[in-house]
């Protein structure tokens, strides 16, 4: 069937009803740019000319809008995107230009990681916490490898690190369209370094890393104690930065206090500007989860928003897992995000005791005071016992007084997984039945938490 023979406005409208109605998490605002150019072959051909957008459908949803153009046709037909093309007339499919990898100049495997159209600028939410960050990732965007190189951002979990990433590689892809643009995971350079290695290829491995107008790596702490990838990294980074091609790194510590790095890379991370990334504060909470909302085009009030806020203090993405889990709770259930359901959903549906109202920074500004130790060194890689026991009663308080889980609390902590959270509320229980000082000390701190404001409201 050629693409004339069919009613593409309404096909359109069909299957993106169909997906808010089958897929509603998936559903985003940008979806209203898509075009139905027809169907060709047995395949129904889809256009979105952004092109981050265009490899995220590719790669995320292909799946769903099959399914969905085949419940909505009643026939066995196909989907594929396309970008922009010449003529879909006659059966014939014209592209006039290449896809995401041609158009950044970079070839872009099954291993590296996906941009998300979800983390541009327009989409991040600036705080006094981020500030910084977001400024010197704007205008590294804008003049790479001449406004601040290499640019260096850290922070905990799920504060925006990634967002900010991606943000600087959008847009600079839109603003530089002749740059080799590479963003890929620490994981992800260390796996193609030792698959080079494995199979003596290490000249094309060089090659292709040395020759990026704009390096981004994610989660460049992962090089801790990996000797022979941090010499690799050195030697490239020296290349790029020598040349003057923009490096940008997230990491979630600064250079100094990534465990067993190098001090020649931790000279390198340094010397051009280290931002960091704070937990977002009550009303930057509330802005950013009006912002989610937006994207999924999602009707939420101030009080809901205002609640999830309360409930929900710092990690962003627990911000996200609630919108999606009020936006499923409501598609399943027919009815609209309220307050009493934001209440049913995130908080249990009842009044909060004491305890439920304590925050995680609550219980980080109090260790802070109690043992006069500064909070970046309670969320940092520092083992001294000082630091250490301090640190783990934090985690302990956390468990015991909010409700997060474990791997939340050590996400809050500097990036720990749960087992070090588990560790930490054992040795604190051991602890205190152990040693009558100590468990009066932890006493004296949760006095002290019941008595002060919490930070949450």
């Known amino acids: 069937m050629s693409a004339d023979k069919i009613d593409k406005q309404q096909l359109r409208v069909d299957l993106l009803e169909k997906l808010r109605l089958d897929h509603p998490t998936m559903c985003r605002r940008w979806f209203e740019d898509i075009r139905v150019l027809g169907i060709v072959g047995g395949t129904i051909l889809i256009q979105i000319l952004e092109p981050v957008q265009l490899k995220y459908l590719q790669r995320c949803c292909s799946q769903q809008f099959s399914d969905v153009a085949q419940s909505v046709t009643g026939r066995l037909l196909g989907v594929r995107f396309v970008g922009e093309v010449d003529d879909v007339s006659g059966g014939n499919v014209v592209l006039v230009s290449g896809d995401y990898a041609q158009k950044t100049g970079s070839s872009v495997s099954e291993e590296d990681m996906l941009i998300s159209p979800d983390?541009?600028?327009?989409?991040?939410?600036?705080?006094?916490?981020?500030?910084?960050?977001?400024?010197?990732?704007?205008?590294?965007?804008?003049?790479?490898?001449?406004?601040?190189?290499?640019?260096?951002?850290?922070?905990?979990?799920?504060?925006?690190?990634?967002?900010?990433?991606?943000?600087?590689?959008?847009?600079?892809?839109?603003?530089?369209?002749?740059?080799?643009?590479?963003?890929?995971?620490?994981?992800g350079f260390m796996t193609q370094f030792l698959d080079a290695v494995r199979v003596g290829n290490m000249s094309t491995f060089r090659n292709k890393f040395r020759a990026f107008d704009m390096l981004v790596i994610d989660d460049i702490h992962d090089l801790s104690k990996r000797d022979q990838t941090q010499e690799e990294f050195f030697h490239t980074f020296n290349t790029l930065f020598q040349s003057g091609k923009q490096i940008v790194l997230s990491s979630d510590a600064p250079p100094g206090e990534i465990p067993y790095l190098e001090e020649r890379l931790i000279s390198r991370f340094g010397c051009g500007l280290v931002a960091c990334v704070d937990p977002p504060g009550f009303e930057t909470r509330v802005a950013i989860i009006k912002q989610k909302a937006l994207m999924r085009n999602l009707d939420v009030s101030d009080d809901v928003a205002s609640y999830v806020a309360t409930q929900l203090d710092s990690n962003i993405r627990q911000l996200e897992g609630a919108i999606t889990k009020l936006q499923s709770i409501a598609q399943l259930d027919q009815v609209k995000i309220t307050l009493e359901l934001a209440k049913q959903t995130i908080g249990g549906g009842g009044a909060l005791d004491q305890n439920k109202n304590i925050s995680i920074q609550d219980i980080l500004d109090c260790i802070s005071n109690f043992y006069d130790i500064k909070l970046t060194d309670l969320l940092s890689k520092k083992r001294h016992k000082s630091i250490t026991i301090p640190r783990q009663a934090g985690m302990w308080l956390s468990r015991k007084h909010t409700r997060f889980s474990l791997e939340e609390i050590g996400g809050y902590f500097g990036g720990r997984d749960h087992t070090t959270v588990m560790h930490a509320v054992k040795s604190i229980d051991k602890k205190c039945s152990g040693d009558d000082l100590f468990r009066r000390e932890i006493e004296r701190i949760e006095e002290r938490l019941s008595d002060k404001p919490s930070s949450a409201g």
Not at 123 to 152: D, K
Not at 157 to 176: D, E, N, P, W, Y
């Open 119 to 187: 983390y541009n600028f327009d989409s991040f939410v600036i705080g006094p916490g981020n500030r910084l960050a977001h400024a010197a990732a704007t205008a590294v965007s804008s003049r790479p490898g001449q406004a601040y190189n290499p640019l260096f951002i850290h922070g905990g979990v799920g504060l925006g690190k990634t967002h900010l990433l991606q943000s600087i590689c959008q847009t600079a892809m839109r603003l530089h369209r002749t740059m080799k643009i590479y963003y890929v995971s620490c994981n």
